[in-house]
Each structure stands twice: as C-alpha cells, then as structure tokens.
Nanobody, 127 residues
Framework: EVQLVESGGGSVQTGGSLRLSCAASGYTVNRYFVGWFRQAPGKEREGVAAIDANGSTKYADAVKGRFAISKDNAKNTLYLQMSSLKPEDTAMYYC?????????????????????WGQGTQVTVSS
C-alpha cells in the first residue's frame, strides 16, 4: 500500500519560510516523478512543483524563485522549501506521486498525471 504523509505546515507571517516534508512508504520517490500541489478555499487545485528521477524540476510561475523542491532518496522523502511566503500562498498543500516513466522533461505539474496523493498539510500566511 502506498502512503504519502505530509508534515511541516503551519502559520507564518508574510516573508516567512516553511519546509514541507512528504514521507513515502510503498513507493520509491526516486523511481518516477513526485510533486507538490495546493488548493486554497474556493479554488481549484493547482500544481506547485515537481521533480523526476533524474532531478529535473518544474515550478509554477507563481512560486518560481521562492520555492524549491528536493528529495532525499535515502529517506524516501520529498521536500518543499518555501521562502518569501505571501498571503496568496495560503492553501492546503499535497504531495503526489506518479507511476510511469515520463518520456520528456520537465516533469508534469498537472494533477491528472499523478496516481497517489497524501492527505495534505495546511499552510497559512498572514499579512
């Protein structure tokens, strides 16, 4: 059984930082591609960042230069380092995992490409 468990969310002020973690079991983060998504109240889920087995990354325009995705293969854990946080970053953040070898780079940040999802961790940024 695949399990993705997020942690590290919380409440910060504008300009602050947080690091989200996603511990995987039953799935190897270095095998295919993994990513982070977020959903704010009343809005659709959107892709934030993704990383593939070779370390290629893709970011949503809204977070480029502020967020960094990484993974620790030994710990089988995915991370999202978030800096210069803004109120519009407030959302539930989910990690997700794909289950096929992507033929091209960069990895996708569209939700229909992902098969496994975590339960989410809340990030709240106050002004």
């Amino acid at each position: 059984e695949v399990q993705l468990v997020e942690s590290g969310g919380g409440s910060v002020q504008t300009g602050g930082s947080l690091r989200l973690s996603c511990a995987a079991s039953g799935y190897t983060v270095n095998r295919y591609f993994v990513g982070w998504f977020r959903q704010a109240p009343g809005k659709e889920r959107e892709g934030v960042a993704a990383i593939d087995a070779n370390g290629s990354t893709k970011y949503a325009d809204a977070v480029k230069g502020r967020f960094a995705i990484s993974k620790d293969n030994a710990k089988n854990t995915l991370y999202l380092q978030m800096s210069s946080l803004k109120p519009e970053d407030t959302a539930m953040y989910y990690c997700a995992a794909g289950t096929y070898l992507i033929p091209t780079v960069p990895p996708p940040i569209v939700d229909y490409e992902y098969n496994y999802w975590g339960q989410g961790t809340q990030v709240t940024v106050s002004s």
